[in-house]
């Protein structure tokens, strides 16, 4: 079902999850905030409903300029009481990583843990930061302020070294949705994507030290996108995080580990 709540263009896996105990999906950078049908699966194996809001600019949500991380988990707060969750597993793919994080950090009675797949650290103020990203342009031109992110939009284009072949193989087929879901989100408009590249080069309003649930890093040691350099960041920044290093996986691939991070 797909509603505006709270001026978030929200889609959940059932009419009424009232006093269900929820999957929060994070989706990555760009996405639209449709539940993939992986994420779907996954969530009904354990038992648990979907939520998914598309974050400010993304999809039908209303924008807010200069928004930070946090700004958008406060945002998320009204959607889970309208709905009337019982409890989340917050659950961040890539862009989706920091918030998946806020959320635990702005609601710690209501989310019991979090997962992240291959989610960035907060922006260190160095180059250090972009190592081992092989296309790091958009965030380069984020540090340099919003007009400069947008003349980047201009001439931007996908770069497929980014992804290894295991990548390729999982948008080809479980994770195809995806890769469908990106395209749609590209079509919209750029301001999304935008605006969540100038907030993970800020401060992201939130101490990560302040994050009490239990975090389970889930990274593939082969991402070109966001490289483990970042999880083992948070690993040590967060207190009770446990880091998942996939040998064989990339930025996409590393998504088929959602089934046994949410058994673990």
Known sequence: MQRIIAGLDVHTSHDDIAGRDVLLWHHGSPQTGAILPPVQQAADTRGLAVVSAARPAYAGSLRRPGRTVADVAEGIGPVLDELGVASVVSVGASGGGPHALACAAAMPDLVRAVITFASPAPFTGDDDWFAGMQAPGGLHAAVEGEAARRLFSETDQFDPAQFVDADLAALE???????????????????????DDLAFTRPWGFELAKVTASVLLVQGARDRVIPPVHARMLAVALPHATLDLRPDDGHVSVLRHLGAALAR
């Open 173 to 195: 087929h479980e994770w195809a949705s995806l890769g469908a879901d990106a395209g749609a989100a590209g079509e919209i408009g750029p301001d999304g994507l935008i605006d």
